[in-house]
């Protein structure tokens, strides 16, 4: 079945700091991906997203680009804040189907000043 | 005021005893979706509805019900709790996109579960 992984937190930076988030994919086809932040007591909100092979979602300073080749989704910044401390969820949702989402386990991000 | 709302926020209640979280929404989307989530396993799909006649259970919808009252509105029920459903629930809400299969879910703040 279709599944998302993410590399393993929590991660611990100082400010200014170059962040990436790796995550990969298993899904049949080529699925929309996806970023989703979760900032401490509230739901979580889309932060970028891609449709297809090589699309580059951006947002806030955050990059991912959808690489086919390798079945990739990392999220990048280059210089990260203390605000950006949250959990961050990669998600796929299925060409086909009933176009549910399909999430990472979460990688925990705090930002030291 | 916020779009996907959920009721109630935490809840502590004890084993056996049936409880109902509600989740409204002002976003005029058909769809929407309960998920749990847990430390370390993400969020996971608990049931979701397309429209008020259409719902649906996704990977983990043992012990649980929902019921769709109206486009805005999709409870939650945990008929007898156990305390492995303690977690975080959320509420989502969705409309599909013009390209059929990217599209955003819009969630809702979340209600902090206890079983004991």
């Known amino acids: 079945g279709d599944s998302v992984t993410q590399m393993e937190g929590p991660v611990t930076l100082s400010e200014e700091a170059f962040l990436t988030i790796n995550c990969t994919y298993t899904?049949?086809?080529?699925?929309?991906l996806f970023w989703y932040v979760q900032y401490p007591g509230e739901g979580l909100q889309l932060l970028l997203k891609?449709?297809?092979?090589?699309d580059k979602g951006s947002n806030k300073g955050f990059e991912a680009t959808y690489r086919k080749e390798t079945t990739s989704f990392h999220l990048e910044k280059g210089s990260v804040q203390v605000s950006d401390s949250a959990v961050y969820f990669c998600a796929l949702s299925p060409i086909q189907g009933a176009q549910k989402l399909v999430f990472g386990q979460g990688t925990r991000l705090t930002i030291n000043p | 005021d916020a779009d996907v709302t959920q009721t109630p926020r935490n809840r502590i209640t004890k084993t056996g005893k049936r409880i109902m979280l509600e989740c409204s929404q002002t976003?005029?989307?058909?769809?929407m979706y309960w998920y749990r989530q847990d430390p370390g396993l993400g969020l996971r799909l608990i049931y979701y509805s397309f429209d008020v006649k259409d719902i649906n259970k996704g990977e983990i919808s043992d012990g649980y019900s929902v019921s769709r009252q109206a486009q805005a509105k999709f409870s939650l029920s945990l008929e007898s709790a156990i305390p492995n459903q303690t977690a975080l629930y959320f509420c989502a809400t969705s409309d599909p996109s013009p390209q059929g299969s990217a599209y955003e879910q819009y969630f809702g703040p979340g209600t902090r579960l206890t079983v004991t």
């Open positions: 976003k005029g989307h058909d769809r």
């Open positions: 899904a049949t086809g080529y699925p929309s």
């Open positions: 891609a449709t297809k092979a090589d």
